[in-house]
């Protein structure tokens, strides 16, 4: 069985059911994503430990609320590989693929919106 892109569930509970404000921010979150996608990527292109942390740390509630489970072990693992000052090209590498990953989710929660 194929993995969902997002899992709502999370976002439901919280929310309460409330479907408007759910879908408020959906919204939000998919206009956050290619700015903070952009900063988190020219913090790690220029080893960034600080700007890296930050951003890692502002990113994970919202991947969470969202059921994005890979890309949040990827922040994890970014935070703490950052910690110890170990952004290499296997972590540009897989920042791609979280990259990726996560756009894909974006498209899939303006599917949400669009219903």
């Known amino acids: ?3 969902k892109a997002v ?5 439901d509970e919280i929310m309460g059911g409330d ?4 879908i408020e921010l959906i919204e939000l979150f998919i206009q956050y994503v290619p ?6 990527e020219k913090a ?8 890296v942390k930050k951003l890692t740390h502002q990113m994970k509630a ?10 949040l072990v990827f922040l994890e693992n970014l935070d703490r590989k ?3 000052s170990l952004l290499r090209g296997e972590t540009i590498f897989n920042y791609f693929h979280f990259t990726t990953r996560l756009l894909q989710s974006t498209r899939s929660l303006q599917e949400v919106v669009v219903r």
């Open 7 to 11: 899992d709502l569930s999370y976002l």
């Open 19 to 22: 479907k408007d404000h759910q």
């Open 82 to 84: 950052s910690k110890h």
């Open 1 to 3: 069985m194929e993995k």
């Open 44 to 51: 790690i292109l220029e080893r960034n430990i600080q700007a």
């Open 62 to 71: 919202s991947l969470k609320m969202f059921g994005l489970d890979a890309e």
């Open 35 to 40: 700015q903070i996608v952009a900063l988190l």
